[in-house]
C-alpha cells in the first residue's frame, strides 16, 4: 500500500516527513487581537508548521439558554452556560482578516475550524488552505461534506468518536469531494490525562482507515506527543499561549512558547531517530569498531611453538581475529617468533592441516 500522505500550503504530511505541528490558537487571545497576533508570531518563531483558529459565533455553536442542559458540570468550566463560555472564547470574525494577513507575513500558514456553514464561507472568502472539523463536530456529517466541497485538505479530529463514527465522518469527507483527509486521535479532556491516550491506537487506525493519522494533544506536556511520533503519528496539535497564567478559558491546558519550541524540536528528533529497518554499521561507529574484541597473543612465543590457552586472549582493541576464532587457532603453530600484545592475524598460524 502507498504511504498516504496530504499537502498543505505546499508542505507535504506523511511518516516520511517530519511531524506537522500545529499550534492551536483556541481561545488564548483571551479577547485582545494584540494579543491573537503576538501568539501567531510565537508560533512561527517556534518553528511550528501551522497556527489554527477556530471560527464560531455563539449563535451558531450553541443556543442561548440557562436551562440545566446547557450548564457545564464539573471540569474547568463548571457552572458556566455554554453560551457564556463560547462568547467569552470565540474569535470575533472581523479579526480572521487581519489574522491570517499577519500570518502570511511572517510566513506561516493558517487555518481554521469552521462549526457551521457561514463559518466555511468566510474561510473559503480568505482562500484558508485547509480545514479542521473539531472532535464535537465529528458527528455533524452534513459540516463535513459541506467543507469537502471545498477541494481543500481536511483534518478531522475523533475525540470520542468510536470506530464506527469515525468510519462515517471520514465517508461523509469522501461523498462530499475530499480528496486529501487526515485524522486525529484525541482525547477530547481539558486537560487529558496521559493514561487516557492509548496511543497504540493510532498504528491501529492508520492500518483500520488507511490515512495520514496524528494526535490531538491536551495533555501538560509533550512526553505523549513525542511517543506518538514513534507510532507512526503524522500530525501534532496542541493549543497554544503566551501565558499559561493568562486567566483565559483554554491558557491553563496550553503550551507555552519554551514548551512549543521544545515539541517542534524533539518531535522531528523522534522522527529522525525512528529512520529504517538497519542492522549494519552506524557512521557514528566508525571510529569505535577499532575498540571491539579480539584476539591477541599475550606472551612471547618462538616459531613453531603450539598455541594453547594460556598464549591467546580476548581483549580490546579490535585489529586480531574475532573472538570467535579462538577454537580454530589453538593447536596451530606460530610461523615466526611473536612477541607478547600482538595482535592474532591469519599471516602469523600455520594451518592446523600443516601441521
Known amino acids: 500500500m502507498n504511504e498516504p500522505k496530504i499537502v498543505i500550503a505546499g508542505r507535504e504530511i506523511s511518516r516520511e516527513q517530519p511531524p506537522y505541528v500545529i499550534a492551536e490558537?483556541?481561545?488564548?487571545?483571551?479577547?485582545?487581537?494584540?494579543?491573537?497576533?503576538?501568539?501567531?508570531?510565537?508560533?512561527?518563531?517556534?518553528?511550528a508548521d501551522a497556527v489554527k483558529l477556530q471560527?464560531?459565533?455563539?449563535?451558531?455553536?450553541?443556543?442561548?439558554?440557562?436551562?440545566?442542559?446547557?450548564?457545564?458540570?464539573?471540569?474547568?468550566?463548571?457552572?458556566?452556560?455554554?453560551?457564556?463560555?463560547?462568547?467569552?472564547?470565540?474569535?470575533?470574525?472581523?479579526w480572521h482578516q487581519p489574522l491570517f494577513d499577519h500570518a502570511r507575513k511572517v510566513g506561516i500558514p493558517i487555518f481554521s475550524s469552521p462549526f457551521d456553514a457561514t463559518a466555511v464561507d468566510l474561510l473559503e472568502d480568505l482562500n484558508a488552505p485547509a480545514y479542521k472539523i473539531a472532535s464535537f463536530e465529528a458527528v455533524d456529517l452534513p459540516l463535513i461534506r459541506y467543507v469537502a466541497a471545498t477541494g481543500k485538505p481536511m483534518i478531522i479530529s475523533t475525540g470520542m468518536a468510536d470506530a464506527e463514527e469515525i468510519q462515517e465522518a471520514i465517508t461523509a469527507?469522501?461523498?462530499?469531494?475530499?480528496?486529501?483527509?487526515?485524522?486525529?486521535?484525541?482525547?477530547?479532556?481539558?486537560?487529558?490525562?496521559?493514561?487516557?491516550?492509548?496511543?497504540?491506537?493510532?498504528?491501529?487506525?492508520?492500518?483500520?482507515?488507511?490515512?495520514?493519522?496524528?494526535?490531538?494533544?491536551?495533555?501538560?506536556?509533550?512526553?505523549?506527543?513525542?511517543?506518538?511520533?514513534?507510532?507512526?503519528?503524522?500530525?501534532?496539535?496542541?493549543?497554544?499561549?503566551?501565558?499559561?497564567?493568562?486567566?483565559g478559558p483554554d491558557d491553563s491546558f496550553s503550551l507555552e512558547p519554551a514548551d512549543l519550541a521544545a515539541l517542534c524540536r524533539d518531535s522531528k528528533t523522534a522522527w529522525k531517530a525512528l529512520g529504517k529497518v538497519d542492522y549494519g554499521r552506524k557512521s557514528s561507529e566508525q571510529g569505535n569498531a577499532q575498540f571491539r574484541r579480539s584476539l591477541y597473543f599475550v606472551k612471547e612465543m618462538r616459531a613453531g611453538d603450539t598455541i594453547t590457552p594460556d598464549c591467546v586472549r580476548s581483549v580490546r582493541p579490535g585489529y586480531g581475529l574475532a573472538p570467535k576464532e579462538l577454537e580454530k587457532i589453538l593447536g596451530a603453530r606460530v610461523l615466526k617468533d611473536i612477541r607478547a600484545n600482538t595482535p592474532v592475524r591469519q599471516d602469523l598460524i600455520k594451518n592446523k592441516q600443516e601441521s
Not at 33 to 47: F, H, N, Q, W
Not at 218 to 240: C, M, P, Q, R, Y
Open 55 to 94: 471560527t464560531y459565533r455563539p449563535d451558531t455553536i450553541t443556543l442561548d439558554s440557562d436551562a440545566d442542559e446547557f450548564r457545564i458540570k464539573g471540569g474547568l468550566w463548571d457552572g458556566r452556560t455554554l453560551y457564556e463560555l463560547y462568547e467569552e472564547a470565540h474569535m470575533p470574525w472581523d
Open 173 to 247: 469527507a469522501r461523498e462530499g469531494g475530499c480528496q486529501q483527509l487526515a485524522i486525529l486521535h484525541c482525547v477530547s479532556g481539558y486537560p487529558a490525562p496521559s493514561e487516557d491516550y492509548n496511543l497504540r491506537t493510532i498504528a491501529d487506525m492508520i492500518e483500520r482507515f488507511g490515512l495520514v493519522t496524528g494526535l490531538s494533544d491536551h495533555t501538560l506536556d509533550n512526553t505523549t506527543a513525542i511517543a506518538s511520533v514513534v507510532l507512526g503519528a503524522s500530525i501534532i496539535e496542541k493549543h497554544f499561549t503566551l501565558d499559561r497564567n493568562g486567566g
Open 25 to 47: 490558537l483556541s481561545a488564548n487571545h483571551n479577547g485582545k487581537l494584540e494579543t491573537a497576533l503576538k501568539i501567531i508570531e510565537e508560533a512561527a518563531k517556534a518553528g
